[in-house]
């Protein structure tokens, strides 16, 4: 069966197997266990009359009267415990001992020395005698101290647990949000001029500042306030920093918490912690209240009880969906949620009233990566021939915190070499690394091993060449970096619709290098494994996700909600077959595909990998000197060619109008210095753009 779409049914929450109780239920037998088997002596209990027969028969050794507790103990003589039958295994440590009630403490003393007496005339050694006052707290000690201890176990487990940033630590506080509050005199500090890029996010995002700091504008004319937006983007492109961003320009404070603080091993934790952040937001009013990862406690509830479904975190879910209704829309509170996978979101988060605003925040797009580095070179002493559009060419695929970190990293890479500015090869040399893992030039490898990786590295470079949704090349190399012995790194061409033939051809490109070997060398070896593992994945979404297969056409067979079923299937045995086959036959074609275009090309491959054996990395200017130009143009280039003509007109109507207070199109800002001289051969050209993409 296929879902539905309809919301899942709020259910009441079950009680885990596991919960706290049952712990201190544990923590308890445990230590109450530990006081009554650590006393290994053997002991029985008998009247008064019966001690005193065994004392005076001399089998006692010695008495120890407790006064406090009315108790006396007689510890036995050997002979006295082998007579009254106590077990007598050898090897054993304790003692033997008799137990009884003092019928009258006043006189205990004169009686045991009455014993002694008798004992003394019969010839028989006397009785050692120790008189005890006990003491009260003992008693109260040994009464409530097994209480204590629990209390004080769960005391420091509660206090582990609730630690980390903002956790006030401690059983009192366990049910207390960790939320890190920003507010007037702790400000966030940051604002949207410190978010580069993001657009048309920043248009949405703004409509927020405005509701906060004139909410009349808009409950005047009766409109009612969104209570929250959701921030959906793939990690590091700055949902955090818009989100602080709103909070600075606002002027209100923020209160930040992560999905995953809200979750603990408590029953109950999670939805109180949830209550708490939204009793601080009211007090705090007008306020932001920022969720990061949602996705933690926000995931789809499961449909199947009893597999995988996780009832703390339900709890949690259905109390934020309380709260959420719960509070007015125009008190001042305002919730932003960032997560990578609203898909996997509960369709109830979704609903209007609760996120009613969707806010993508895309990977950045050329000319936002520009901005990003203008935004983290501020601080940077860069020499003066930097260009940043090339920087930005560079780093296709790159996030802002990806950007933020390149330049960190090259400025890293100036210091170590004593450097009084970061230059151009530092900028080169940390996006490789950060690419590509350290580069590992001690790691030893023999001629025949480098032959094997370069013509499986050529096998790559050519191909691609030749293949229409090849990716450009960037260079390509056989110096082991990170855990790779060598790589070819294109620059992803950022495509919004990806027809099949570009899914085929980057399969095409990625069983490459393994056709190579199979060619070229006769035997194939394990370096492959990265790449069949991503091409089989191609495979397997163009038949399952995309219904691009001729035999299952325009069947989706994926669940994007991340819903559980248990380990049923949405589809029949034979389906599944034929599944398998698809996906076989289209990996068969490829590999032979590519197989075909490296015999066309065999010599050129050769070319290549000898060129490589020599110089261990080449650029893509060298591949083009043996390959000749390559017929299609890269998607990077038609949108710079995009964005220039979109400049040109802009600046034509601008001075057309001659409209001085015309505002400038966000996203549109050229380079921040004047453009140097084109970088290096290799990076210069119309397809040389670079970044990276490691296979
Ligand atoms: P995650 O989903 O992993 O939580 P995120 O989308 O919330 O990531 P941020 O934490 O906002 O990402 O970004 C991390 C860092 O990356 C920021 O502190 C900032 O230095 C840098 N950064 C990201 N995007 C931008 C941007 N658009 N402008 C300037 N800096 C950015």
Redesign the pocket.
């Known amino acids: 069966m296929f879902p539905s779409n309809k919301t899942p049914n709020r259910k009441p929450a079950r009680r885990p197997m596991l919960n706290m109780y049952w712990m201190y239920a544990m923590i308890g037998l445990a230590l109450v266990g530990l006081y009554y088997f650590q006393n290994n002596d053997q002991t029985r209990e008998v009247n008064w009359t019966e001690f005193e027969k065994t004392a005076m028969a001399g089998d006692i050794e010695k008495i120890v009267v407790n006064y406090s507790s009315g108790e006396a103990d007689g510890f036995l003589t050997e002979a006295g415990a082998k007579r009254l039958k106590f077990d007598m295994q050898p090897g054993f440590e304790g003692q033997r001992k008799i137990e009884t009630t003092i019928p009258s403490t006043d006189k205990v003393q004169e009686k045991i020395d009455s014993w002694n007496a008798a004992l003394a005339a019969q010839g028989k050694p006397a009785i050692t005698v120790n008189y005890e006052k006990g003491s009260d707290l003992m008693r109260i000690f040994w009464a409530f101290g097994p209480i204590l201890l629990i209390f004080l176990g769960w005391y420091f487990i509660s206090k582990k647990m609730s630690g980390g940033p903002g956790g006030g630590g401690g059983i009192f506080n366990v049910g207390k949000s960790k939320a890190t509050v920003f507010d007037k005199d702790k400000g966030t500090n940051v604002t949207f001029k410190?978010?580069?890029?993001?657009a048309e996010a920043k248009v949405e995002i703004e409509e927020i500042v405005e509701f906060l700091k004139n909410p009349q504008r808009y409950t005047e004319l009766g409109a009612k306030i969104p209570k929250g937006a959701l921030l959906v983007?793939p990690?590091?492109?700055?949902?955090?920093?818009?989100a602080k961003a709103v909070a600075g320009e606002a002027n209100v404070p923020f209160l930040s918490m992560s999905g995953s603080d809200f979750v603990e091993m408590f029953v109950g934790v999670g939805a109180a912690r949830v209550r708490d952040l939204f009793k601080q937001a009211k007090d705090k009013a007008p306020c932001i209240v920022f969720i990061?990862?949602i996705d933690a406690v926000g995931r789809a509830r499961g449909k199947n009880p009893n597999m995988g479904s996780n009832d703390e975190r339900e709890n949690t879910l259905n109390q934020m969906l309380t709260e959420m209704d719960g509070f007015g829309s125009n008190n001042g509170v305002i919730i932003l949620a960032?997560t990578?996978r609203a898909d996997m979101l509960d369709k109830a988060l979704l609903r209007p009233g609760r996120f009613d605003r969707q806010i993508y925040?895309d990977l950045?797009e050329l000319t936002?990566r520009m901005e990003?580095f203008n935004?983290?070179l501020r601080n940077i002493k860069v020499s003066a021939n930097i260009d940043v559009e090339q920087l930005a060419r560079q780093t296709q695929g790159f996030?802002?915190?990806d950007?933020?970190n390149v330049c960190n990293e090259a400025a890293l890479i100036a210091a170590r070499n004593n450097k009084l500015e970061v230059e151009w090869n530092d900028f080169m040399a940390a996006i490789d690394r950060i690419v590509g893992g350290l580069e590992k030039r001690s790691r030893i490898i023999t001629d025949d091993e480098k032959f094997s990786i370069a013509t499986h590295e050529a096998g790559h470079a050519t191909v691609t060449w030749m293949l229409q949704y090849g990716n450009p090349l960037v260079k390509v190399t056989i110096v082991p970096r990170g855990r790779a012995l060598g790589a070819a790194w294109y620059a992803p061409d950022a495509r919004q619709i990806i027809p099949t033939q570009a899914l085929l051809d980057t399969m095409c490109g990625l069983l490459a290098g393994r056709a190579a070997e199979d060619l070229f060398t006769g035997q194939i070896g394990t370096g492959a494994s990265d790449d069949l593992e991503k091409c089989t994945k191609i495979a397997r979404s163009l038949v399952m996700v995309y219904g691009m297969s001729n035999k299952l056409p325009n069947i989706n067979f994926n669940d994007s909600t991340g819903q559980d079923y248990g380990f049923s299937k949405p589809y029949s045995e034979e389906t599944a077959e034929l599944i398998d086959k698809e996906v076989t036959r289209i990996v068969n074609e490829q590999y032979e595909r590519a197989k075909d275009i490296l015999r066309q090309y065999s010599s050129q491959h050769n070319a290549i990998r000898d060129m490589l054996v020599k110089n261990e990395v080449i650029f893509h200017d060298d591949v083009q000197k043996i390959l000749g130009p390559r017929k299609w143009k890269s998607r990077t280039d038609e949108i710079i060619e995009i964005n220039k003509k979109e400049e040109e007109n802009r600046i034509k109507n601008d001075s057309g109008q001659n409209n001085p207070d015309s505002l400038p199109i966000p996203g549109n800002t050229k380079t921040r210095q004047p453009s140097p001289a084109k970088q290096q051969d290799s990076e210069s050209d119309d397809d040389g753009t670079p970044p990276p993409f490691n296979k």
């Open positions: 410190d978010v580069a890029g993001l983007g990690p590091g492109t700055g949902k955090t920093l818009l990061d990862e960032a990578n925040v950045p936002d990003i935004v983290h996030s802002g915190a950007i933020a």
